[in-house]
């Protein structure tokens, strides 16, 4: 396995089956959610995720759900337009959980707040 893939792996494995209810291991995504597609350009990141909790709640690790850092990476979300019901002002907040990629920057932004994304 080279490194590139090393990390995707990694990736999928923390940030989607981990922390995404929206993840189906039988299907994958291609691109992925913004924020796995924005954790594929930053192997740099991988020993840093690879301390990734599962906790069993569904939000951002204390971040705001309108943190502009996190809101950038919705903006560049292939599935935001059709597909995110995060993002999506006519789905009940109840209803819906930010995907696992988000919840992954979110909780690599509340770990090391000084992080340049």
Avoid: N
Wanted: glycine share 10%.
């Amino acid at each position: 396995m080279t490194p590139g893939e090393a990390h995707l792996d990694l990736l999928r494995r923390k940030a989607c089956a981990g922390l995404c209810r929206y993840y189906k291991p039988e299907k994958r995504e291609d691109p992925g959610c913004g924020g796995v597609e924005m954790l594929k350009r930053r192997p740099d990141l991988g020993q840093a995720l690879a301390a990734l909790p599962s906790p069993g709640d569904d939000g951002l690790f204390s971040l705001a759900e309108d943190d502009p850092r996190l809101l950038a990476v919705c903006q560049a979300c292939e599935f935001r337009i059709d597909g995110c019901d995060f993002r999506d002002p006519e789905v009940e907040r109840a209803e819906c959980s930010p995907c696992g990629g988000l919840r992954a920057v979110a909780w690599l932004l509340s770990e090391t707040p000084e992080l340049k994304l």
